[in-house]
């Protein structure tokens, strides 16, 4: 099926450091999400855009909404050694099925 | 409040056998959602119980299969085991149900098939 292209796979940063990724995807989304999932446990819900332009914040965390509804970014601001993961988009596809990223590892150097 | 529990966390079976997997949301919520996470194609959606009906459901074959309990606990069964069907299986639970909710993740059942 359809997976979303995620961009960058990998990053490796030093701690203080702001962060940038995104996703784009050849079909249009109602709804985008952001997820992120550390070693031995299942995805956290980091944020959700539902409106094309929406930006939304969610502590250092700010991601948006494309315009043209087939992409998202995801900022993280003076990023932190707990920021390590892994981090996923995901979209709804057609209203019953939902699409996801390859996901973006996030290393932080203290 | 517990979170979501899935059992077995890990699991070893061999080809053509069958396998369930288990399920139990946080106390409350009514919907349940599986999906499937492998380093070749990531995250996939299955399929979504709510109220003990599927209402929903990804591309996979129909050796995957559901159900979900009046109690809101849910299995997946998956039939006729392949190598690729090696996986890490994770359940989400939320309220209402539908994407737009915050779904809450299990840790996961990790399946080996030899």
């Known amino acids: 099926g359809q997976q979303l292209n995620q961009s960058p796979q990998s990053m490796f940063i030093q701690e203080g450091e702001d962060v940038s990724m995104n996703c784009t995807s050849s079909s249009i989304f109602n709804t985008w999400l952001w997820y992120k999932q550390e070693p031995g446990e299942g995805p956290v819900l980091l944020i959700a855009l539902y409106k094309a332009g929406e930006l939304t914040s969610n502590g250092r965390l700010t991601a948006q909404f494309g315009i043209t509804r087939k992409d998202s970014f995801l900022n993280i601001s003076a990023s932190i050694p707990s920021d390590v993961g892994i981090y996923f988009c995901?979209?709804?596809?057609?209203?019953?099925?939902?699409?996801f990223g390859a996901g973006t590892r996030l290393t932080v150097k203290p | 409040k517990a979170g979501v529990t899935q059992t077995p966390r890990y699991l070893i079976k061999t080809r053509g056998q069958q396998v369930t997997l288990s399920c139990s949301p946080i106390s409350g919520h009514r919907s349940v959602s599986w999906y499937q996470q492998t380093p070749g194609q990531g995250l996939q959606f299955l399929f979504e119980?709510?109220?003990?009906?599927?209402?929903n459901k990804g591309n996979f074959p129909g050796r995957f299969s559901g159900r979900q309990f009046s109690n809101s606990r849910s299995e997946m069964n998956v039939s006729t085991l392949e190598l690729g069907d090696s996986a890490l299986y994770l359940c989400?639970?939320?309220?209402?149900?539908?994407?737009?909710?915050?779904?809450?993740f299990g840790p996961g059942t990790r399946l080996l098939v030899l």
């Open positions: 119980y709510f109220s003990e009906t599927q209402r």
């Open positions: 995901a979209g709804y596809y057609n209203n019953n099925d939902m699409r």
């Open positions: 989400a639970s939320s309220y209402g149900g539908s994407f737009q909710e915050t779904q809450y």
